[in-house]
């Protein structure tokens, strides 16, 4: 079936502009993750959305990030008044969560250059 | 918090050798969900292999294995008969929980000479 997509694929924006990020996950996975991962780095956790409850934010970098996941499906990172050090590959991925051990299924990120 | 550290930035192996990348986490909990992604040059994560820690037992997946040993709070990843598809960063991560997020290290760049 359809993985995990992200759009767009790649997003140069200008320093001070909003972008908003989208995530659409497996259909009925109840988790949605989203990381950040700089260049040559490993994944930094932003933000877990699971199920109905509230949305665990505790990896937010500041308040110009914010996102959204609505009627429990499809999600939306937005960045405003964006910064170089917000350059990176944004990644999402998904999950079921029938069980603990359930792994997250990724989708191939949205590179942000921010000039 | 917890962390996870994977010491090796960047390791190589000769194809159909066997190469071990080290993993080690810090957690007060017993209970908790290691795994090992992959992640090749199109950026599109794949799950390698993973463990679930009350469990003895060393997980394995066909030339994928792992060495988990709880009390050194150690899961190293080993490959057998590299191949040069298996070049990537791979990445070691833990999850402490049912609704908890993953914590990854920082991964390990792996290169397969042929």
């Known amino acids: 079936g359809a993985g995990v997509s992200q759009s767009p694929s790649n997003k140069v924006t200008e320093k001070g502009k909003d972008v908003e990020l989208r995530c659409d996950p497996i259909s009925g996975h109840t988790a949605l993750y989203w990381y950040r991962q700089s260049l040559g780095q490993g994944l930094e956790f932003l933000i877990y959305?699971?199920?109905?409850?509230?949305?665990?934010k505790s990896g937010l970098p500041s308040d110009r990030f914010s996102a959204e996941r609505t009627g429990g499906s499809v999600s939306t990172l937005t960045i405003q008044r964006t910064q170089q050090e917000d350059s990176a590959v944004y990644l999402c991925a998904s999950s079921p969560l029938r069980t603990v051990i359930e792994t997250q299924y990724f989708g191939p990120g949205t590179r942000l250059l921010v000039l | 918090a917890q962390t996870v550290t994977q010491s090796q930035p960047e390791m190589s192996v000769q194809e159909a050798e066997t190469v071990t990348l080290s993993c080690t986490y810090d957690?007060?909990?017993?209970?908790?969900?290691l795994f090992w992604y992959k992640q090749p040059p199109s950026r599109q994560m794949i799950l390698v292999i993973r463990?679930?820690?009350?469990?003895?037992q060393n997980a394995t997946e066909n030339r994928f294995s792992v060495n988990f040993q709880k009390a050194a709070k150690s899961f190293s990843l080993k490959i057998s008969d590299s191949q040069l598809g298996d070049a990537a960063m791979y990445f070691c991560a833990y999850r402490r929980n049912y609704g908890q997020n993953f914590v990854f290290g920082p991964g390990t760049r792996l290169s397969v000479l042929p």
């Open positions: 957690t007060s909990e017993s209970d908790y969900y």
């Open positions: 959305f699971q199920g109905n409850s509230a949305p665990d």
């Open positions: 463990q679930e820690a009350y469990k003895q």
